[in-house]
Nanobody, 121 residues
Protein backbone atom coordinates (compact mmCIF):
# COMPACT_ATOMS: atom_id res chain seq x y z
CA UNK A 1 0.00 0.00 0.00
CA UNK A 2 1.25 3.48 -0.78
CA UNK A 3 1.29 6.28 1.75
CA UNK A 4 1.08 9.88 0.59
CA UNK A 5 2.22 12.91 2.57
CA UNK A 6 1.39 16.48 1.59
CA UNK A 7 3.61 19.48 2.27
CA UNK A 8 4.37 22.99 1.07
CA UNK A 9 1.38 24.95 2.30
CA UNK A 10 1.60 28.36 3.89
CA UNK A 11 0.14 31.83 4.20
CA UNK A 12 0.54 34.07 1.17
CA UNK A 13 -0.98 37.16 -0.40
CA UNK A 14 -3.24 37.25 -3.46
CA UNK A 15 -1.17 36.91 -6.62
CA UNK A 16 1.59 34.92 -4.92
CA UNK A 17 2.68 31.38 -5.76
CA UNK A 18 3.16 28.17 -3.79
CA UNK A 19 4.29 24.69 -4.74
CA UNK A 20 2.75 21.77 -2.92
CA UNK A 21 4.39 18.35 -2.78
CA UNK A 22 2.83 14.91 -2.45
CA UNK A 23 5.50 12.38 -1.48
CA UNK A 24 4.83 8.67 -1.72
CA UNK A 25 6.33 5.93 0.40
CA UNK A 26 5.71 2.25 0.86
CA UNK A 27 5.75 1.21 -2.74
CA UNK A 28 6.29 2.80 -6.09
CA UNK A 29 3.17 4.54 -7.24
CA UNK A 30 4.30 4.86 -10.82
CA UNK A 31 1.15 3.12 -12.01
CA UNK A 32 -1.24 5.24 -9.97
CA UNK A 33 -2.99 8.33 -11.11
CA UNK A 34 -2.63 10.98 -8.40
CA UNK A 35 -5.12 13.70 -7.67
CA UNK A 36 -5.12 16.84 -5.56
CA UNK A 37 -8.23 17.85 -3.66
CA UNK A 38 -8.98 20.74 -1.36
CA UNK A 39 -11.44 21.58 1.36
CA UNK A 40 -12.17 25.28 1.82
CA UNK A 41 -13.42 26.43 5.23
CA UNK A 42 -16.94 25.19 5.91
CA UNK A 43 -17.25 23.66 2.44
CA UNK A 44 -17.14 20.20 0.92
CA UNK A 45 -13.93 18.66 -0.33
CA UNK A 46 -13.47 19.25 -4.05
CA UNK A 47 -11.32 18.05 -6.90
CA UNK A 48 -8.44 20.29 -7.99
CA UNK A 49 -6.20 18.43 -10.44
CA UNK A 50 -5.03 14.96 -11.41
CA UNK A 51 -2.23 13.38 -13.38
CA UNK A 52 -1.99 9.98 -14.99
CA UNK A 53 1.37 8.50 -14.07
CA UNK A 54 1.21 6.21 -17.10
CA UNK A 55 0.42 8.80 -19.79
CA UNK A 56 1.18 12.09 -17.94
CA UNK A 57 -2.27 13.29 -18.97
CA UNK A 58 -3.51 16.04 -16.69
CA UNK A 59 -6.96 17.35 -15.83
CA UNK A 60 -7.96 20.42 -13.84
CA UNK A 61 -10.99 21.88 -12.16
CA UNK A 62 -12.27 24.90 -14.05
CA UNK A 63 -11.56 27.12 -11.06
CA UNK A 64 -7.79 26.51 -11.28
CA UNK A 65 -7.20 26.08 -15.03
CA UNK A 66 -4.44 28.33 -16.26
CA UNK A 67 -3.18 29.01 -12.72
CA UNK A 68 -2.29 25.59 -11.29
CA UNK A 69 0.01 22.97 -12.81
CA UNK A 70 0.28 19.37 -11.68
CA UNK A 71 3.45 17.44 -12.44
CA UNK A 72 5.26 14.32 -11.33
CA UNK A 73 8.85 13.35 -10.61
CA UNK A 74 8.86 9.57 -10.92
CA UNK A 75 12.43 9.26 -9.68
CA UNK A 76 11.46 11.00 -6.45
CA UNK A 77 8.03 9.38 -6.20
CA UNK A 78 6.60 12.85 -5.79
CA UNK A 79 3.74 14.76 -7.39
CA UNK A 80 3.72 18.55 -7.32
CA UNK A 81 1.03 21.18 -7.54
CA UNK A 82 2.38 24.52 -8.67
CA UNK A 83 -0.11 27.22 -7.74
CA UNK A 84 0.30 30.63 -9.34
CA UNK A 85 -1.74 33.81 -9.11
CA UNK A 86 -3.37 32.60 -5.93
CA UNK A 87 -6.74 34.00 -4.93
CA UNK A 88 -8.51 34.19 -1.59
CA UNK A 89 -10.89 31.52 -2.89
CA UNK A 90 -7.94 29.10 -3.05
CA UNK A 91 -7.76 29.13 0.75
CA UNK A 92 -8.22 25.52 1.82
CA UNK A 93 -6.57 22.42 3.17
CA UNK A 94 -5.05 20.56 0.24
CA UNK A 95 -4.87 16.78 0.05
CA UNK A 96 -3.45 14.31 -2.41
CA UNK A 97 -4.69 10.79 -3.01
CA UNK A 98 -4.61 8.04 -5.62
CA UNK A 99 -7.00 9.34 -8.26
CA UNK A 100 -10.41 7.82 -7.64
CA UNK A 101 -13.12 7.06 -10.16
CA UNK A 102 -14.19 10.24 -11.94
CA UNK A 103 -11.84 12.12 -9.59
CA UNK A 104 -14.71 12.18 -7.13
CA UNK A 105 -13.45 12.63 -3.57
CA UNK A 106 -16.24 10.48 -2.16
CA UNK A 107 -14.41 7.42 -3.49
CA UNK A 108 -11.18 8.16 -1.60
CA UNK A 109 -10.94 5.74 1.32
CA UNK A 110 -8.04 7.22 3.28
CA UNK A 111 -7.04 10.84 3.57
CA UNK A 112 -3.75 12.23 4.81
CA UNK A 113 -3.46 15.22 7.10
CA UNK A 114 -3.23 17.65 4.19
CA UNK A 115 -1.38 20.94 3.98
CA UNK A 116 -3.04 24.27 4.70
CA UNK A 117 -2.99 27.12 2.21
CA UNK A 118 -4.17 30.55 3.29
CA UNK A 119 -4.42 33.39 0.78
CA UNK A 120 -5.14 36.72 2.39
CA UNK A 121 -4.13 40.33 2.08
Amino acid sequence: QVQLVESGGGSVQPGDSLRLSCAASGRSFSHYGIAWFRQPPEKEREFVAAISRRTSTTVYADSVKGRFTISADNAKNTVFLQMDNLKSTDTAIYYCAPAPSDNNPKWVENWGTGTRVTVSS
